[in-house]
T-cell receptor
Framework: EAEVAQSPRYKITEKSQAVAFWCDPI?????LYWYRQILGQGPELLVQ????????DSQLPKDRFSAERLKGVDSTLKIQPAELGDSAMYLCASSLEDGRDTEAFFGQGTRLTVV | AQSVTQPDIHITVSEGASLELRCNYSYGATPYLFWYVQSPGQGLQLLLKYFSGDTLVQGIKGFEAEFKRSQSSFNLRKPSVHWSDAAEYFCAVGAGLTGGGNKLTFGTGTQLKVEL
């Protein structure tokens, strides 16, 4: 069964260091989302891609976060420098297209701990 | 802006008992509504979704949800809970016909504990 792949599953980094997460969506899925889930809360959208273009990054803290999807397939989310408050689960999701009859499939996430 | 409220942070039920998890939403247009389940350390799995039509929606694992526009609610139900249903449940609303159907706003979640 096709699934959204994320790596690493767990990451521990020191404050002020750079960290990157990778996501490989389900083949053929044009829309890709990055969500951040702080412990005890629901996921919050950080950025949405349609193919290689950013559709919505209004909630992305652009002073330290960046995201790219250069060839419209896999995607990387980077944090530089990491802060203690960035400790969270980072979830990637993909869907065939951004429309009403399509379902978003989520990966297992990357659990980030900043120390 | 759209929002979702899940008023129950924790719920404990006995195995075999019925379950209802509450969800209230705020959205100006026709909402797309979803229920997801998350096991510890895992991603989210879609249980069911409502886009239009029949207001009673059937999902996987024996779950169902009813959309009530007058109450702005989309409560999740299951007639008989199994121990394996213990997890965290998230209600979410997606932007409507203006686009972004899968750009979701989530509630804070309800943690379900099942007593044997």
């Amino acid at each position: 069964e096709a699934e959204v792949a994320q790596s690493p599953r767990y990451k521990i980094t020191e404050k002020s260091q750079a960290v990157a997460f990778w996501c490989d969506p389900i083949s053929g899925h044009a829309t890709l989302y990055w969500y951040r889930q702080i412990l005890g809360q629901g996921p919050e959208l950080l950025v949405q891609f349609q193919d290689e273009s950013v559709v919505d990054d209004s909630q992305l803290p652009k002073d330290r976060f960046s995201a790219e999807r250069l060839k419209g397939v896999d995607s990387t989310l980077k944090i530089q420098p990491a802060e203690l408050g960035d400790s969270a689960m980072y979830l990637c999701a993909s869907s065939l297209e951004d429309g009403r009859d399509t379902e978003a499939f989520f990966g297992q996430g990357t659990r980030l701990t900043v120390v | 802006a759209q929002s979702v409220t899940q008023p129950d942070i924790h719920i404990t039920v006995s195995e075999g008992a019925s379950l209802e998890l509450r969800c209230n939403y705020s959205y100006g247009a026709t909402p797309y509504l979803f229920w997801y389940v998350q096991s510890p350390g895992q991603g989210l799995q879609l249980l069911l979704k409502y886009f239009s039509g029949d207001t009673l929606v059937q999902g996987i694992k024996g779950f169902e949800a009813e959309f009530k526009r007058s109450q702005s609610s989309f409560n999740l139900r299951k007639p008989s809970v199994h121990w394996s249903d213990a997890a965290e449940y998230f209600c979410a609303v997606g932007a409507g016909l203006t686009g972004g159907g899968n750009k979701l706003t989530f509630g804070t979640g309800t943690q379900l504990k099942v007593e044997l």
